[in-house]
């Protein structure tokens, strides 16, 4: 079998340009031009380039800068044997657009679906040697901060232990830290600020805020949040910039409030365990809340943007406790009053303890 | 085969439409948001495909060759080699502010900069060699033996050399370092030779140095004179106060109007020069726009932008090439016979570092 057919010619090795006959052999080709025959060429390796102007390219695989340019009709027996055009790219075209842009969508929803449930199964798996040597990394002593004396240490115990039933797993100190504030950190590292201690006007506060930390502790909130905010990182890495990120705090965030209100939940049973009145928590977020309003106003608001922008305080959340009292129940308060006048003082009976956040906090 | 360009109206023409590509944009722009970003690497394939093909040197369109798959590997390299190592030293770094080691942290964090400072030089010199080797024209393209490492140095300490005497020296970084990377590129055989010079370009960095200043001189007079003609002091008053009042709005309005007119005008003489300072064998470039054309598309571009709601947005790439085409010039002659295969290997990734610092063309 044998045809004829015009076209303009690149051989890739200068730029002269040349007028050729294609003739076709089989599955091969020859490019014949006056006093030049250029092949042969095997279909096989003919690769679709581009478009331009009316012309369709094709190039060579292995030969760099290799064209043959057709234009106009072009006959069926060589259409049948050259690779078809490529618009958006192979998957795109060899399922439609329209096909392909629903199917991207629902895979990009299964990535972010997976990436945002999974933590909640995965954080479990991850063997408590690596949160712990985690923790440890991140927390060490803390730059020397965490205070400590022998009755304030007996009183934070006893509170810990009324309020957790394996207060071994769990590393709760307070720290030297002029802030309204609390972190619950990998490896049961559960830290107080003494800030918050010294604003909380009872031991049951304390023990309100403590259970709802040693609640995201239990529940393995940091480990997940860690691993979600990994995976969105990965998934969404590709929007770039601002928009990406904006989107991955939107939905770190709105899944921090489930995990507030687990915490939440979990702290209500651990102070109705310890027969400890949740009353003293709600009146504590009650204050947050009004500090916040006065904020400007109050001179003593060091640090409570850090509770707030962590622990997003609601009418509800107060009013979930609120509603957890049980009337005519025989609450007794979480510590004696010299227990909790020694877990009030410690860090500033504790002369050791270096104070604030190095460079970054006055 | 000789092609004198002198006869010629001008040897770069672009042939394009803003509606053709409109249907290139469009589809691209839903394809990239259902695939959460990935497919921008096809998308930014497809629109250079498009807007190369429309462009004219002499006699040919040019080729783009570039593969979206390029782009993606490239970004999932600087991702894995850059971005992921950053998340680690910063994760590192916060914890080591945590245990109060806070030089150790800024240490590293100087370190990281450092780091990113060198990559970005090198992302600059790649991504054109990238661009080169992507491009043919008549089955020839352009490239580069350099993988642009020193490029890096010199592009730190060039930088810093800039700025050190209270930023005076920057446009001698800018064009030594545009000089820098163009003299280790190539096209077919031939290689680029660029001499642009700084001096020419001090006048007007000057003028853009020295608007604030201006702007502070022209309120001071203005105001003086204004005080003169109003009288003694004692009748300023009111009216005093208002006509101040009005002069700080212009002298804040001239401000932002002024400094970035400035700035158009001292980039628009810095391509001028640099495109004017290349040369390649026998052929000669000149870059024709002004700084009124420059400040027409600047704003010509935002109106788009604005009047659209943001969606003009994805004309951008056109009107960018449009512009950068339709004022390239090239004098000389070209012997086609002459214009043999570029040796330079072709790096196997795209542009994956310089996308990763969102750093633009040219
Ligand atoms: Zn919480």
Redesign the interface.
């Known amino acids: 079998m044998s045809a004829f057919f015009d076209a303009w010619h690149y051989d890739g090795k200068s730029a002269v340009r040349r007028k050729v006959e294609v003739q076709i052999i089989g599955r091969q080709f020859f490019l014949l031009e006056t006093e030049r025959r250029h092949g042969p060429f095997a279909f096989s390796d003919v690769e679709y380039v581009t478009h331009k102007e009316d012309a369709d390219v094709y190039g060579l695989k292995g030969a760099d800068g290799w064209r043959l340019m057709l234009s106009g009709p072009v006959p069926t027996d060589l259409n049948a044997m050259l690779p078809a055009p490529r618009n958006y790219g192979g998957w795109v075209d060899r399922l439609g657009f329209g096909k392909a842009a629903v199917a991207f969508t629902l895979a990009s929803a299964a990535a972010v679906a997976v990436v945002l449930l999974s933590p909640q199964w995965l954080a479990p798996l991850i063997p408590s040697s690596v949160d712990e040597k985690l923790g440890d990394a991140l927390v060490g002593d803390f730059g020397g901060r965490f205070c400590s004396t022998p009755a304030g240490d007996a009183a934070l115990k006893k509170l810990v232990a009324s309020l957790d039933a394996h207060p071994d797993d769990l590393q709760v100190e307070v720290a030297k830290i002029d802030m309204i504030n609390a972190v619950a950190l990998p490896g049961g590292n559960v830290i107080l600020f003494d800030g918050l201690v010294k604003q909380a006007r009872s031991p049951d506060e304390v023990a309100g805020v403590l259970a709802h930390e040693i609640g995201h502790v239990r529940e393995k909130h940091v480990m997940q949040a860690l691993l979600r905010q990994m995976g969105l990182a990965v998934v969404l890495g590709g929007i770039d910039g601002n928009s990406g990120a904006l989107v991955n705090n939107m939905l770190s965030m709105s899944y921090s409030r489930d995990s507030e209100a687990e915490a939440d939940a979990h702290s209500m049973k651990a102070l109705g365990g310890a027969n400890i009145s949740p009353i003293g928590t709600a009146s504590f977020f009650d204050r947050l809340s009004e500090l916040d309003g006065s904020a400007s106003s109050s001179t003593s608001d060091n640090g409570i943007a850090g509770y707030m922008s962590s622990h997003p305080l609601s009418r509800s959340r107060k009013d979930a406790f609120e509603k957890s009292i049980v009337k005519g129940k025989n609450y007794k308060p979480a510590l004696t009053p010299t227990e909790w006048t020694e877990l009030k003082t410690m860090c500033t009976q504790d002369r050791k303890a270096k104070s604030g956040f190095g460079f970054d906090f006055n | 085969?000789y092609d004198d360009l002198s006869q010629r109206h001008s040897a770069f023409r672009f042939h394009g439409s803003w509606l053709e590509f409109a249907r290139i944009a469009f589809?691209n722009l839903?394809?990239t948001i259902?695939?959460?970003?990935?497919?921008?690497f096809?998308a930014t394939?497809?629109e250079r495909?498009y807007l190369?093909?429309?462009t004219d040197f002499i006699d040919?369109?040019l080729?783009?060759?570039g593969k979206?798959m390029e782009l993606f590997v490239g970004f999932i390299m600087a991702?894995l080699l850059i971005?992921l190592p950053l998340?680690v030293i910063q994760l590192i770094s916060q914890?080591l502010?945590?245990?109060?080691?806070?030089i150790l942290a800024a240490v590293m964090t100087l370190m990281m900069f450092l780091l990113l400072f060198y990559l970005t030089g090198v992302a600059y010199f790649r991504a054109l060699r990238y661009r080169l080797s992507r491009t043919?024209?008549?089955?020839?393209?352009g490239g580069s033996d350099d993988p642009g490492f020193q490029y890096g140095v010199a592009y730190m300490w060039k930088s810093v050399v800039g700025w050190l005497p209270i930023f005076l020296a920057v446009p001698w970084s800018m064009i030594s370092l545009w000089n820098d990377r163009w003299n280790a590129m190539s096209f077919?055989p031939h290689r680029f030779s660029a001499t642009a010079e700084w001096k020419p370009l001090m006048k007007r960095y000057l003028l853009f140095y020295l608007v604030p200043f201006l702007v502070f001189i022209g309120a001071v007079v203005f105001g003086i004179s204004m005080a003169a003609s109003g009288g003694t002091p004692d009748t300023l008053g009111s009216t005093g106060m208002a006509v101040g009042a009005i002069f700080a709005v212009v002298a804040v309005l001239s401000f932002y109007l002024f400094l970035p007119l400035a700035a158009l005008a001292y980039y628009s003489k810095y391509f001028r020069l640099a495109v004017g300072g290349l040369r390649l064998h026998n052929l000669e470039f000149d870059f024709r726009a002004r700084a009124p054309d420059w400040i027409l598309f600047f704003l010509a571009n935002m109106a788009i932008v604005i009047c659209t709601l943001g969606i003009g947005y994805i004309f951008m790439p056109y009107r960018n090439w449009k512009f950068f085409v339709d004022h390239m010039e090239a004098y000389g002659e070209?012997n086609?016979?002459?214009?043999?295969?570029s040796e330079t290997v072709?790096a196997k990734h795209g542009e994956g570092l310089l996308d990763a610092f969102?750093v633009g063309a040219i």
């Open positions: 085969m589809p839903l394809l259902v695939t959460l970003g990935i497919y921008r096809w394939t497809r495909e190369w093909s429309k040919e369109r080729e783009w060759t979206g991702f971005g998340i914890g502010i945590f245990r109060g080691e806070a043919y024209w008549r089955g020839i393209r077919g070209i086609i016979d002459d214009l043999t295969q072709v969102d």
